[in-house]
Antibody
Framework: EVQLVESGGGVVQPGGSLRVSCAAS????????MHWVRQVRGKGLEWVSR????????HYADSVKGRFTISRDNAKNTLYLEMNSLRGEDTAVYFC??????????WGQGTLVTVSS | SYELTQPSSVSVSPGQTARITCSGD??????ARWFQQKPGQAPTLVIY???ERPSGIPERFSGSTLGTTVTLTISGAQVEDEADYYC??????????FGGGTTLTVL
């Protein structure tokens, strides 16, 4: 079965750090670019970051640039998002998504990150 | 930064045609895609490359483009099509952009 499973969400204090992961299965991970997208509860989708298949091409939204780092371990079929200097406005469900023809297609179910003291 | 503008809500009766628009200058030169999101679920891709439909998506879903506006059309909308719909494209600066989302009500 083709799927993406996020993990690592939780509660973190403002200014803190957290790493979320996305385990891919059922497809050849190394063939695909990958995205992170987030969604504040009750609000719309916000694109966060994208990484190409070998990790050499990376792009970020202006809202997270310099604070978040996307990476991947192709040997483990896993995508990561390292989040530093977290703020209340970073509280959201974080989805990973596979890229197909210049945009997301397959999505995971998401992991909730709450930034609160 | 780039922006995509969608109506906040669209309402139709079952069996009618629902049309959801997405506007933005970037759409004149970049492909758009559409996602459906039901409450508590992850988004599902329903249209890519402006008008292509992934396998498994009902034929009543179609997409079109004209200038800086793309349109998602649901012909003969069903109650199960009630959801939030988002347009998306990748801009020139390689950043992704989502529209604000449209809530479709079918009743």
């Amino acid at each position: 079965e083709v799927q993406l499973v996020e993990s690592g969400g939780g509660v973190v204090q403002p200014g803190g750090s957290l790493r979320v992961s996305c385990a891919a299965s059922g497809f050849t991970f190394t063939d695909y670019w990958m995205h992170w997208v987030r969604q504040v509860r009750g609000k719309g989708l916000e694109w966060v970051s994208r990484i190409n298949s070998d990790g050499s091409g990376i792009h970020y939204a202006d809202s997270v640039k310099g604070r978040f780092t996307i990476s991947r371990d192709n040997a483990k079929n896993t995508l990561y998002l390292e989040m530093n200097s977290l703020r209340g406005e970073d509280t959201a469900v974080y989805f990973c998504a596979r890229d197909r023809t210049t945009g997301p297609d397959l999505w995971g179910q998401g992991t909730l990150v709450t930034v609160s003291s | 930064s780039y922006e995509l503008t969608q109506p906040s809500s669209v309402s139709v009766s079952p069996g009618q045609t629902a049309r959801i628009t997405c506007s933005g200058d970037v759409l004149a030169k970049k492909y758009a895609r559409w996602f459906q999101q039901k409450p508590g679920q992850a988004p599902t891709l329903v249209i890519y490359k402006d008008s292509e439909r992934p396998s498994g998506i009902p034929e009543r879903f179609s997409g079109s483009t004209l200038g800086t506006t793309v349109t998602l059309t649901i012909s003969g909308a069903q109650v199960e099509d009630e959801a939030d719909y988002y347009c998306y494209c990748t801009a020139d600066n390689n950043q992704g952009v989502f529209g604000g989302g449209t809530t479709l009500t079918v009743l």
